[in-house]
């Protein structure tokens, strides 16, 4: 399930819960904190993510682009599916 917005998550993420979060791989979630596009701490060996580098990075990686679909790219210009960013954070159309 996509959340439509960050307020839904705990405000200390793992590896595993930004997984479910974005709906993305493991390697996937490792390779986001390892090019440094989303925000971590680490505490000793251990990776967490608080909340609000989410939020910046879905807002940071999101870009409305406009045309019939109303479709949302990333900075690479890949879709992320139908999708809009609001105060409330990303809004998903089902």
Do not use: W
Not at 17 to 35: G, H, K, M, P, V
Not at 57 to 74: F, I
């Amino acid at each position: 399930m996509i959340h439509s917005s960050t307020e839904h998550i705990p405000d200390i993420l793992t590896i595993s819960d930004l997984q479910q979060f974005l709906q993305i791989s493991r390697s996937t979630a490792y390779r986001l904190i390892r090019e440094k596009k989303i925000g971590h701490i680490r505490i000793g060996n251990s990776i967490r993510i608080p909340r609000k580098y989410v939020a910046e990075y879905l807002q940071q990686g999101l870009v409305p682009v406009e045309d019939s679909n109303e479709r949302c790219y990333n900075s690479n210009k890949e879709s992320v599916g139908n999708a809009s960013l609001s105060e409330e954070g990303v809004q998903y159309d089902r």
